[in-house]
């Protein structure tokens, strides 16, 4: 993960769409040879923001640098250095998932050279002579991720590319993004599914009301602000740092604390009469970090 020189950098950037803003003057970056998790409520600007990085929305004000090209100016440059998905995925299903890999590649500019490699790599080599129509929705997902890769881009774009998918083939798809990645190439994730970019993302940016909330290694959320606390009784414990103005959960046998600093947890424990087992950091879930973040969930 390279934070010194980013795939993509946000600079004060706008859209309105008549009386609505979609992207309020947002600043972020996305760190390059990693998978950045693109979180937000709906309306959040997460869409919107893929669509501008392609060219496909003429923003009203700010900075977009992609693959260290101005965009739009310099789309022309960086085109072939990008795949996408947005959106639904544009297959034509009258025809066979090899067939459809060769119109991307004519369409792109590219060679056929890499449709067998690629069919191999989302698993479809065995129905590449079917028609899309006859295909489940994770096998169009992955015929169209084999779509994105043709041209063997620096920079993937993925909008919600894990959506009904059941779960052996987001535990495949997620597989097959983290090879990409540790290729060296570059992975944007936007998924209204917590736990999928929990289990995939190195870097997370989190958006809502078409600003930046927060942006940082996954790992650094995860672990920060927690103290995990086990004691012979938790209730008493949970009712004592209640008194004190800590709140605490219930977490299988121990408690999670709202509490970074753990000394202090121990010394209000200790005046009730309460001696814990153990007292360290907590590694909380991307959900409680998310929802304490926008105060609303990602639904």
């Known amino acids: 993960m390279n934070l010194t020189d980013p795939a993509i950098e946000i600079e004060g950037l706008v859209k309105r769409y008549k009386s609505t803003t979609a992207l309020a003057g947002l600043d ?8 950045t998790g693109l979180l937000g409520p709906n309306g959040a600007g997460k869409t919107t923001l893929f669509r501008s990085l392609l060219g496909l929305t003429r923003t009203d004000a700010g900075r977009i ?10 789309l022309v440059g960086v085109t072939k250095k990008i795949g996408a998905i947005i959106e639904e995925p544009g297959l034509i299903r009258a025809l066979t998932g090899r067939v459809n890999l060769h119109v991307a590649a004519d369409q792109l500019g590219f060679g056929h050279e890499r449709i067998d490699e690629l069919l191999e790599f989302v698993g479809l080599q065995g129905d590449a002579g079917r ?81 930046l909330v927060t942006e940082g290694p996954l790992e650094d959320m995860l672990s920060g602000g927690f103290t995990r606390v086990v004691t012979d009784n938790s209730d008493a414990a949970l009712a004592a740092l209640s008194t004190a103005g800590i709140d605490a959960r219930q977490d ?17 424990l200790a005046e009730a ?21 926008t105060g609303e969930d990602d639904q």
């Open 28 to 35: 972020c970056v996305v760190p390059s040879g990693a998978i």
């Open 273 to 293: 009469g309460i001696y814990p087992k153990e007292v360290g950091p907590a590694r909380s879930t991307l959900e409680s970090v998310f929802l304490g973040m």
């Open 131 to 211: 028609k899309v129509d006859e295909y489940s929705k994770g096998m169009r997902q992955r015929l169209a991720l084999a779509a994105a890769l043709i041209g063997d881009p620096q920079l993937l774009l993925l909008d919600e590319p894990l959506d009904g998918l059941d779960p052996a083939g987001q535990m495949a798809f997620r597989a097959r993004l983290r090879e990409i990645a540790d290729s060296g190439q570059t992975v944007v994730v936007s998924s209204h599914d917590l736990a999928d970019i929990e289990a995939l993302a190195d870097y997370v940016v989190v958006l809502n009301h078409g600003k």
């Open 65 to 74: 640098l992609v693959l260290d090209q101005e965009i739009p100016r310099g």
């Open 252 to 268: 299988g046998g121990a408690l999670v604390v709202e509490e970074e600093d753990g000394s202090r947890v121990v010394r209000v």
